[in-house]
């Protein structure tokens, strides 16, 4: 495997060492089956180089990637001395090492990084042609001064202009806990930190608006520049984020394959540490290491999602449409593709080349009956066998979930 040519099913914070690795350097494999066996594809690792190796190795041969976590690659882009000769020899240890998918440069940069990301991920094209480098961006509830420009939309096409990334990748989380308070006595290790947390409780709703103006903005840039885009889908219990249901983590997924994503990364596989400021718990793995229940709820999602991705995977995205009550900066249904309308309380409508449409529920509580008029026939995609089946035009869709249709 070299460069990413599949749909991705990705996580943040992996195995730590010490659960993966003894002190002898033996590997406990259990713990990578179990996550692959989760239905991550795209495992990255954050050990030292020889560590690595050995993990990329055994998830090559379980038929999976891996992101590179590196100290050494990440920290080139602050243009130290000797910044390039340390670089190139690192990417020189992995390049060759079969499994590895991209390495991991930066989690949310401001404006004043681009320069650097720039030359770090242009140098990494000019010793590697095969893996892409990868940089997370953050959400449109970012302020000035965690952007470094005046508008998101400013940030997203000034990232893309001068870094020229391989994949377009950010995080929104939707989901909040009202009654959990903001903590006034913490000691923030950085600005930044400060700046990230104090964001998080100040929504007032209990689902943070700007989820689709965020994705809108994204799908724009990803079809300008021909560039496919990955959301971090929130899972993890922390912070004023409040404890999802499966089918809010469903929900998460699913209005991101409306829109065109090629890839998605869970927030996070393993909890981290308890620490007072985000107060973690209750990602797929516990900080003890035990299975909690979101590890099921992402197997079970992931189930189909691997199914639907693949499908979609070299579909162009077309056109979104909201139907129900609009908001944000979503564009109502009108006749598109052969389909002269649909009914329903509230959905995400995204149309895709080959005459393939997926309606999303918008609705993770309850379950809807979507109505769909067109004078073609419809196929329904069976995410159980993986094949197309003659459906009605009348379908009931669970609450969170997304059902694919192909027009005939």
């Not at 195995?15 to 406990?28: A, E, T, V, Y």
């Not at 000019?126 to 959400?139: C, K, M, T």
């Not at 508008?151 to 009654?179: A, C, G, W």
């Not at 984020?241 to 998605?264: C, D, F, H, P």
Request: one cysteine or more; hydrophobic letters at 35%; aromatic letters at 12%.
């Amino acid at each position: 495997m070299g460069k990413i040519n599949r749909f991705i099913i990705s996580q943040w914070c992996s195995i730590p060492q010490r659960f993966l690795f003894d002190d002898n350097g033996n590997m406990n494999t259990c713990r990578l089956d179990e996550n692959i066996d989760s239905g991550i594809n795209l495992v990255p690792v954050s050990y030292s180089p020889e560590l690595n190796k050995m993990a990329i190795e055994y998830c090559n041969k379980r038929g999976v990637m891996c992101t590179v976590e590196d100290n050494v690659i990440a920290s080139a882009r602050l243009m130290k001395e000797g910044w390039q000769k340390d670089l190139d020899g690192r990417i020189a240890f992995y390049k060759d090492i079969e499994g590895v998918a991209n390495y991991h440069i930066q989690d949310e940069p401001n404006k004043k990084d681009f320069d650097g990301l720039a030359r770090v991920t242009s140098r990494i094209k000019e010793v590697d042609l095969v893996h892409q480098s990868y940089i997370n961006l953050f959400p449109n509830y970012a302020n000035r001064q965690q952007l470094g420009h005046d508008t998101y939309y400013e940030h997203v096409e000034d990232y893309i202009r001068t870094v020229q990334p391989e994949l377009i990748s950010y995080d929104h989380y939707h989901f909040l806990n009202r009654e959990r308070k903001m903590r006034t006595d913490i000691q923030f290790s950085s600005e930044r930190e400060r700046l990230i947390y104090e964001d998080a409780y100040k929504a007032t709703s209990r689902d943070r608006e700007g989820f689709f103006d965020n994705i809108e903005v994204i799908r724009e840039f990803s079809v300008k520049y021909g560039i496919p885009f990955m959301v971090i889908i929130l899972v993890t219990e922390h912070g004023s984020y409040r404890n999802l249901t499966e089918a809010e983590i469903r929900w998460e997924v699913y209005q991101s394959m409306a829109y065109g994503a090629k890839g998605i990364s869970y927030f996070t596989y393993w909890t981290p540490g308890y620490d007072e400021m985000w107060q973690w718990n209750n990602g797929m793995l516990l900080a003890n290491g035990d299975k909690a229940q979101h590890y099921y709820d992402v197997k079970n999602i992931n189930k189909d999602l691997i199914k639907v991705g693949e499908l979609l995977f070299d579909k162009d995205s077309l056109a979104v449409f909201n139907v129900g009550l609009p908001n944000e900066s979503v564009k109502p249904f009108e006749p598109f593709g052969g389909v002269e309308n649909i009914e329903a309380r509230m959905a995400t409508v995204g149309f895709f080349t080959d005459d393939i449409m997926l309606i999303a529920n918008r609705d993770y509580v309850a379950e809807q009956t979507v109505t769909i008029e067109t004078q073609r026939e419809l196929e329904l995609f069976d995410k159980n066998t993986s094949t197309w089946v003659k459906t009605d035009k009348t379908v009931t869709i669970k609450p969170g979930d997304g059902e694919v249709f192909r027009l005939i």
